[in-house]
């Protein structure tokens, strides 16, 4: 297939796919020997720096639907990484908290989140990767303007 006439090659969202994809299976590999996927390692490590946080916010931190963040908490439960208790003020709801041996495996791990970024970080200079940072956070705020754009139309249909 001749990819030079493939519009696709400068669609942002597709070329935004397809980097995401190679960039989570290049750290699916590296995280494999610790068990843990890059989706739990998010979601643990955000649990990690602020323990005590209830399912909403830490679907909020990731970027994860409900019933994603769920699943993966009830994974990382199930392996020992963190442990849930009833929330004080809404019976419904649960606080969820780090394990001794959660943070053992977010300190171990770390150094391969942080090393992957570096590595990719090599292909531009820092001024080109805070530029692309910063354009990346550009388009996340544009789409959510969009989404809720969508969401509030559809509402008043």
Same mark, same amino acid.
């Given at each position: ?28 590999? *590296?995280?494999?020997? %610790?068990?843990?996927? +890059? ?7 955000? #649990?990690? $720096? ?52 959660? *943070?053992?495996?977010? %300190?171990?791990?770390? +150094? ?7 590595? #990719?970080? $090599? ?35």
């Amino acid at each position: 297939m001749n990819t030079s006439n493939n519009s696709l090659d400068h669609s942002i969202g597709f070329q935004m796919g397809v980097t995401y994809r190679k960039l989570s299976n290049l750290l699916h590999s *590296r995280l494999k020997e %610790h068990e843990i996927t +890059p989706e739990q390692w998010s979601v643990l490590y955000q #649990v990690e $720096r602020a323990d005590g946080l209830i399912q909403k916010e830490l679907a909020e931190r990731t970027d994860k639907d409900r019933p994603t963040t769920t699943r993966i908490l009830d994974q990382l439960e199930g392996k020992g990484y963190i442990y849930k208790k009833t929330g004080e003020n809404d019976r419904r709801s649960f606080l969820v908290y780090i394990t001794d041996q959660g *943070r053992s495996l977010i %300190h171990a791990t770390l +150094p391969i989140e942080n090393q992957t970024i570096d590595e #990719v970080k $090599r292909c531009m200079t820092e001024g080109e990767y805070n530029l692309f940072m910063e354009l990346l956070l550009r388009v996340n705020r544009r789409v959510n303007e969009l989404t809720d754009r969508e969401k509030d139309n559809r509402q008043h249909e």
